[in-house]
């Protein structure tokens, strides 16, 4: 079978899928902590693989960036492949500066002002929640794994680059917003409207408050603690 953006047969992808924003992100995680893996995908280069984790097997699929390219990802791996969770792990810039860089976020919440949810199934939430049971199993792994998560509401936006980007910070204090990002809003509606499991864990690349700044090393570390948390959701 196949749908507009997936030229794959149901059977090649897990019930489970992780979705970095990058399909090259995707590619680096099934040839860095997979085995036996098989490409599923490669419509438009947004690659996808099926393999195991510790035996245990999970698909991992790049979702690209903003709500629309998710939600097409999205919604037609819970509409017609038959995946239960999709958990996203991407990047976020810090709106607080009790955030520090590469601190790592369990979304709890994501707000967002886009038209998406209306648009899509007339939703007039502006603030959307992540799966319950999948964040509750997301922080038990965290604990286990000793990789401490700050939990809480973030920002899904349309806009990367803002003309009046100091009036954002007034909003992520009125509404409590951690950090910003482009895509949780899209991928949580999606999850209701098909009745499946979306979360979505963050690692914070850059802040919108401070101008730290990092090594290449602490980066890599980063992202990689947060994979680890996703990549125990293996079945
Ligand atoms: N804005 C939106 N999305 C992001 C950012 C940002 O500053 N950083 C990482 N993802």
Redesign the pocket.
């Known amino acids: 079978m196949s749908t507009p953006h997936i030229n794959a047969e149901k059977h090649e992808i897990a019930k489970v899928v992780l979705m970095p924003g990058d399909p090259l992100r995707a590619k680096y995680i099934a040839d860095t902590f997979l085995t036996d893996v098989k490409q599923f995908n490669s419509v438009r280069n947004m690659f996808g693989y099926t393999g195991l984790y510790n035996g245990r097997r999970i698909s991992v699929m790049g979702s690209g960036m903003g709500m629309p390219s998710i939600g097409i990802y999205s919604y037609e791996l819970f509409k017609f492949y038959d995946v239960d969770t999709i958990i996203r792990i991407?990047?976020?810039?810090a709106y607080t500066k009790t955030l520090k860089l590469y601190d790592t976020i369990l979304v709890t919440e994501a707000f967002s002002e886009s038209s998406f949810a209306f648009a899509q199934g007339k939703c007039e939430e502006d603030t959307l929640p992540a799966s319950k049971t999948v964040n509750e199993k997301l922080e038990a792994i965290s604990k286990e794994l000793d990789i401490p998560v700050v939990k809480g509401k973030i920002h899904s936006?349309d806009v990367?680059y803002r003309q009046f980007p100091e009036e954002i910070l007034k909003l992520a204090q009125e509404k409590e917003l951690l950090g910003?990002?482009?895509e949780s809003f899209a991928l949580f509606h999606n999850a209701n409207v098909t009745n499946k499991n979306a979360a979505c864990l963050l690692t914070v690349?850059?802040s919108?408050v401070t101008s730290e700044s990092t090594t290449p090393e602490e980066r890599q570390t980063a992202f990689t603690n947060m994979m680890k948390i996703a990549l125990e959701m293996a079945e």
């Open positions: 991407g990047s976020c810039g936006s990367f910003v990002e482009m690349s850059d919108l």
